[in-house]
């Protein structure tokens, strides 16, 4: 069994690609009020509240699987590419995981369209742990989210 793996997906929204990829960099806080069931409280660790610069920390608390987790991570932009990394620092999936990277790449598709890419890079501390499976889920519904918001 590998230790190292990466899990991919891709969905379309009905959502301009800048606004997709603004609402991680400069509304980060929204994100709680965007998708409530999953994300409960988003807290600025290190960097820029006001924007979610290149190399801030943020401490994420989360519900999955009916189980309250946290998350701590530094994100990584690419502005050209529409590019959002998580690079994963602290918290409940180091149970499991040696590491775990979080990935979002908005990829215009047309006129108020766009594909959304997720990727989830992780390794495991040994055979038993789980396939991170429900974080990339979790992913993919926070994309419909902020879909759904995106189109109010």
Do not use: C
Not at 35 to 45: C, G, Y
């Amino acid at each position: 069994m590998a230790l190292v793996g990466k899990l991919e997906s891709e969905i379309e929204v009905n959502t301009p690609p800048h606004r997709f990829y603004k609402l991680f960099k400069e509304q980060i806080a929204d994100i709680a009020n965007v998708s409530p069931k999953l994300i409960q409280k988003i807290k600025n660790h290190d960097g820029d509240w006001s924007k979610h610069g290149h190399g801030s920390v943020k401490v994420w608390n989360y519900t999955i699987d009916d189980s309250a987790e946290v998350f701590k991570e530094r994100v990584e932009f690419d502005d050209k590419k529409l590019v959002i990394r998580m690079v994963g620092l602290e918290g409940d999936v180091f149970k499991h995981y040696k590491t775990f990277i979080a990935t979002y790449q908005v990829v215009p598709k047309g006129p108020g369209r766009s594909a959304i890419i997720f990727t989830l890079e992780y390794e495991k501390l040994h055979d038993g742990p789980p396939y991170p499976n429900k974080y990339h889920e979790a992913m993919k519904g926070l994309a419909k989210d902020i879909e759904a918001h995106l189109k109010k």
